[in-house]
């Protein structure tokens, strides 16, 4: 029997073709200038045209890495050295028999996707600035490496660029040569950015711990990104060698990769079309500027300035009219737990915890824990501050590695430490400070929830497969039955930055309801919420765990616990004080005179 019709509101979050055409129209109007470009017959600015061209190639993959993945890469010159330096050696026939330049071209990706990797690898290991100095050293070892492989690069001397023939004749073939690269180049990219694996880079960049909780896999995402960004400087050196016509180790300075780098800082992070500007800019620049001969580089470097601190989000925060638009002053967050049998379900199995100890030095944060949580119960976990409540969360989710005792899930032994393998255990957590993207929409950073249920590979995101059209729709759908459920759905389009504190707790809970979970750890999810709030959030966790998702609750808001828990287990110095149901609890002798107060 149908009772009630429960509709997600169609208008919350736009979507369908026209939400598509706004964000298409600024690249095809740049598209449209580019293709017709060549009518002005300027063969000056054609060549200015033509190497923002191939700058963008490198800098579009580069905005992979740094942009989106947040890795300082300031190196990356050295893969266009080595684009160039391939395609020019093989098509000159310095190594080997000639070959065709576009098959020098094709190398040149590989070789560079190659490189890539191995020049990225470090990030996997070194935090900021010191992978930042790696990708300087490889830089600098390509240059050398040039100028003594006198045989096949020439040296000093250098060796001639590839003139790409047939059907990219003459300049201006040439040019459309440049500038289809470049468009596919853009199409990936913006592809890639609006697919799972461009949120969780942003995720690792924002908010690692959120992402790995939602089982985004650091590493194995890198690495992706690292290869599609050296293939896209290999091209970059490829197409650079040509528009040079002759190439020596001196071309490549490291104004260059400087050049590359700021184009996206000025752009701003985490978009595509800001850093398209930004190279844009950068290249034209010293053009424009070049009539006030001594002035150009101050007046280049005046306006990075004024572009720095004036706008910190860069060229793509200028351009985000959408989020400028004032925000109703006195919103409320009304969940509608009603929408969580859509969401939810499935089957719970008990999670228990045996024996569990885990000291910090001498600090004994559990000590013999022994904890069951059964399917479909608000299990309330309370106790002093410092008596280990967050503790045993991380060591549930994984982020502790306990020294003896078993976490379990139903039948299957939870791995100590590996936080990022419990979310395939539906195992969804929030955290005591929030824990989101600010720079993403409210509906983004709720898909990085659902992250691990996508079927489509990498490149199918990135050349928009069906596969990945339907995970992104599901994605869609559950994020937005998600959000109405805790009732964030009207903000779903806003930067997540400009919600207040109260809201971030719902949209934490929100992502955590992506997963479908099993059972959902929530470390006082009360905090900072008024009373109205909390009675709120109270009846949505209960709703929760009736719809199949056990609850481990920590929290402080004695009221809230007695209210909504099955059972509550009270810890004193990382024991288990007391045991059994708010009722017994409540009259409780030693809990009473110990933490709730007479
Ligand atoms: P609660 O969440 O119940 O307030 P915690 O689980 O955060 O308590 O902390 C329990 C005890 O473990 C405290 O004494 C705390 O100082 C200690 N502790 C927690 N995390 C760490 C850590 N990473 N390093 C050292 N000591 C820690
Ligand atoms: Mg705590």
């Not at 073709?17 to 000056?44: C, M, N, Q, T, V």
């Not at 109405?484 to 930067?495: P, T």
């Not at 008024?530 to 808001?557: D, F, N, Q």
Request: glycine content about 10%.
């Amino acid at each position: 029997m149908e009772v009630t019709q429960t509709t997600i509101p169609r208008t919350s979050a736009r979507s369908g073709w026209l939400a598509s055409l706004e964000k298409a129209a600024p690249f095809l109007a740049l598209g449209l200038a580019a293709l017709a470009f060549p009518l002005l017959g300027d063969s000056y600015w054609g060549v200015i045209v033509t190497r923002a061209c191939v700058y963008w190639v490198l800098v579009a993959g580069l905005n992979m890495v740094v942009g989106f993945a947040g890795q300082i890469a300031i190196g990356w010159v050295g893969l266009l050295t080595l684009g160039a330096y391939t395609t020019s050696a093989m098509t000159a026939g310095t190594a080997m028999p000639e070959v065709s330049p576009y098959l020098a071209l094709v190398a040149a990706a590989a070789i560079g996707a190659l490189f890539g990797l191995i020049v990225g690898l470090p990030a996997l290991r070194l935090r900021t600035f010191y992978f930042a100095m790696a990708t300087l050293g490889f830089s600098t070892i390509v240059t050398q490496v040039a100028l003594a492989w006198k045989s096949v690069t020439g040296g000093g001397i250098g060796v001639a660029g590839p003139v790409f023939g047939w059907p990219f004749t003459g300049n201006w073939g040439f040019y459309y040569f440049c500038l289809l690269i470049a468009a596919l180049c853009t199409w990936m990219t913006i592809n890639i950015a609006g697919s799972r694996f461009g949120r969780a880079l942003v995720a690792i960049r924002d908010a690692e711990v959120a992402a790995e909780a939602s089982g985004i896999a650091k590493s194995q995402l890198l690495m992706t990104v690292f290869l599609f960004s050296g293939a896209l400087a290999g091209v970059a050196g490829g197409l650079f060698s040509s528009l040079q016509s002759y190439i020596t180790p001196d071309a490549f300075t490291f104004d260059l990769s400087v050049l590359f780098f700021i184009a996206i800082l000025i752009g701003g992070r985490g978009s595509v079309l800001g850093p398209l500007l930004g190279a844009l800019l950068l290249t034209a620049l010293p053009e424009v500027a070049a009539p006030l001969v001594a002035w150009s580089t101050f007046l280049y470097a005046a306006l990075l300035l004024a572009i720095v601190l004036a706008v910190p989000g860069g060229i793509a925060d200028l351009l985000d009219f959408k989020n400028r638009r004032p925000l109703e002053r006195h919103r409320e967050v009304v969940p509608r737990p009603e929408m969580l049998t859509r969401l939810l379900g499935g089957e719970g199995s008990v999670l228990s915890l045996a024996n569990v100890v885990l000291s910090f030095g001498g600090v004994r944060a559990i000590d013999g824990l022994d904890l069951d949580v059964r399917p479909g119960e608000v299990h309330g976990l309370i106790g002093p501050n410092g008596s280990g409540k967050t503790t045993t969360l991380n060591v549930i989710s994984g982020y502790y590695a306990p020294q003896s005792g078993s976490v379990r899930l139903g039948d299957a032994v939870l791995p100590p430490g590996a936080a990022r393998v419990r979310a395939s255990h539906r195992i969804a957590r929030t955290f005591q400070t929030p824990r989101v993207i600010g720079g993403a929409s409210v509906l983004d950073n709720v898909k990085i929830g659902g992250t691990i249920d996508g079927h489509g590979s990498f490149v199918e995101a990135m050349l928009t497969l069906p596969r990945h059209r339907r995970d992104e729709a599901v994605l869609r759908e559950r994020a937005l039955l998600a959000l109405s459920a805790v009732g964030l759905e009207s903000l779903a389009d806003v930067r997540a930055d400009r919600l207040q504190h109260s809201e971030l707790r719902f949209v934490e809970i929100a992502r955590a309801l992506m997963l479908a979970p099993s059972i959902l750890l929530l470390d006082e999810p009360a905090a900072g919420l008024s009373a109205e709030e909390i009675r709120r959030l109270g009846a949505l966790i209960k709703s929760i765990s009736r719809a199949g998702t056990s609850v481990l609750l920590v929290e402080h808001h004695a009221d809230l616990i007695f209210d909504i828990c099955d059972r509550v287990t009270v810890l004193n110095l990382g024991k288990v004080l007391a045991a059994g149901t708010p009722d017994e609890i409540r009259s409780h002798r030693e809990v009473v005179s110990a933490y709730l107060g007479a």
